[in-house]
C-alpha cells in the first residue's frame, strides 16, 4: 500500500532534531524557522518536555472522556494564568480545524442562528465547516459548499456591515492571516468587530491557532487591541508537535451534555504535553523573547533592497519579496539549509520559528537571505 500522495514533498527526510537544528537522514543540519507550519513553540526535544510526556506515558498515555481526567482542569488552569482569560471554559480536542469546527457550531447552538462571516484570504482548516469559511475554493469539495457563509474584507468594517444580519451566528477572523500571507486583522478594526457583533447579538471567533501561544509577542496576538472574542480556537503552539486543539469558551454560553463530543481530545498524554509546554514557555518567558527577537528580526530586515514589504507582530513574520519569493525560499532551503514558509498567493516568506529563537539564528538568516538575494 502506498501513501495518498496530495502533497508535494522537499525530497529530504529530517531524523532527529533540538533546539532549532534539524537533522536530515546524510546527517545535514538544517535551521528551523518553520516549525513544522508554526507548530514547534518551545523548540524540538527540548528536555523537560521529553521527560514529562516520558513520566506519563509510562503512567497511563490514554483513555478517553468517559472518566475524570485531572490533567484537563490543570492545564485549564495553566491556560487561564498564561492568556489572562481567567473566567472561560475550556473544550479540548486534537487540531485546528477541529477547534474551529466546535467553535461555530457551538456558536450556532448558543444564538439559534444558521449564518457565519468569514473574510477574503482565510484559512481555518480541512474539515466541513472549517473548510467552508476557507477562502480557496480549489480545497472545497462540493459537499462543503454552501450559502451560510458571508465573505467580508479584513479590516474592512463596511465590508461587515453589509452582509451582517439577524441570522448570522457568528463572525471567525484570524488574528493574523498567516496562510494568507502575514496580514493584520488591526486593532482598530477588531474594535469595531467587537462593538458590531455585541450589537448584533453575534459571537466573535478569534482564531489564534497560528498566532496565539506567545507567537505575536502577546498571549493571543488579539491582545493588542484590548478586545475579548466570545470564544478563541487554539493548536499548533499548544503541545510542541503532539496533536491537540483547544477551544476558550465565554463563560455566559453554556454547556449542555452531548452539544461537543470527542474520542481523542483531553487524552492523558495530549494534556501532558501541554501542560509541558505551559510550564516551559513560563519558566523561560518566551512570549517576551517573541517580542524582543521578532523586534530584531524587523529591524534587520528594514528596508532591505529586496523586500517589497515587511509584515508581522512578534514571531510571526511576512517577507513580500521584490523577485520570486518560492525561489527564494527554495535557495534557502537548498543552499544555506534553512527551512522557512511560504504564502503562494501574495509571494511572501513566512517566517514562524520557536519562540526560543535568538539574536544569533536571526544573524544567521539574515546573512542567508542577502547572499540568496544579490
Request: charged share 20%; aromatic share 8%; hydrophobic share 40%.
Amino acid at each position: 500500500m502506498n501513501t495518498f500522495e496530495v502533497f508535494k514533498l522537499f525530497p529530504i527526510t529530517i531524523e532527529s532534531a533540538k533546539g532549532l537544528e534539524l537533522t536530515d537522514s546524510e546527517g545535514k543540519k538544517y535551521l528551523d524557522l518553520y516549525g513544522g507550519h508554526g507548530v514547534i513553540s518551545i523548540g524540538h526535544c527540548q528536555e523537560d518536555y521529553v521527560k514529562a510526556i516520558t513520566a506519563q506515558l509510562n503512567k497511563i498515555g490514554f483513555y478517553s472522556n468517559s472518566v475524570h481526567i485531572p490533567l484537563q482542569e490543570e492545564l485549564a488552569v495553566k491556560l487561564q494564568k498564561l492568556s489572562g482569560y481567567s473566567d472561560y471554559k475550556l473544550f479540548l480536542v486534537n487540531s485546528g480545524a477541529e477547534a474551529n469546527e466546535n467553535a461555530l457550531k457551538l456558536a450556532s447552538f448558543y444564538t439559534n442562528r444558521s449564518k457565519v462571516i468569514s473574510f477574503h484570504g482565510a484559512f481555518f482548516g480541512r474539515t466541513s465547516l472549517a473548510v467552508a469559511v476557507t477562502d480557496n475554493p480549489a480545497i472545497q469539495a462540493p459537499i462543503n459548499k454552501t450559502d451560510k457563509v458571508l465573505w467580508a474584507t479584513l479590516n474592512d468594517i463596511e465590508s461587515v456591515k453589509k452582509v451582517i444580519d439577524s441570522d448570522v451566528a457568528a463572525v471567525i477572523v484570524e488574528g493574523i492571516q498567516g496562510v494568507g500571507g502575514v496580514q493584520i486583522a488591526s486593532d482598530e478594526f477588531l474594535k469595531q468587530l467587537r462593538e458590531l457583533c455585541t450589537r448584533n447579538g453575534t459571537m466573535l471567533i478569534i482564531d489564534e491557532i497560528q498566532c496565539g501561544y506567545g507567537r505575536s509577542g502577546k498571549f493571543f496576538s488579539h491582545q493588542y487591541s484590548g478586545v475579548k472574542a466570545d470564544i478563541i480556537t487554539m493548536a499548533k503552539g499548544i503541545a510542541n508537535g503532539f496533536p491537540v486543539g483547544a477551544v476558550m469558551i465565554d463563560p455566559n454560553i453554556p454547556a449542555k451534555f452531548g452539544m461537543l463530543g470527542t474520542t481523542f481530545g483531553g487524552n492523558h498524554l495530549g494534556c501532558a504535553a501541554a501542560i509541558a509546554t505551559a510550564d516551559v514557555m513560563a519558566k523561560h518567558n518566551y512570549v517576551d523573547n517573541a517580542a524582543k527577537m521578532g523586534a530584531y528580526l524587523m529591524g534587520k530586515l528594514r528596508g532591505h533592497k529586496a523586500i517589497k514589504d515587511l509584515r508581522g507582530r512578534g514571531l510571526m513574520v511576512g517577507i513580500e519579496t521584490v523577485t520570486d519569493a518560492a525561489e527564494i525560499r527554495k535557495k534557502l532551503l537548498f543552499d544555506e539549509h534553512i527551512f522557512t514558509g511560504f504564502s503562494g498567493g501574495v509571494n511572501t516568506i513566512r517566517l514562524i520559528p520557536p519562540l526560543c529563537i535568538t539574536e544569533k539564528e536571526i544573524d544567521r538568516f539574515v546573512e542567508a537571505f542577502d547572499k540568496v538575494t544579490k
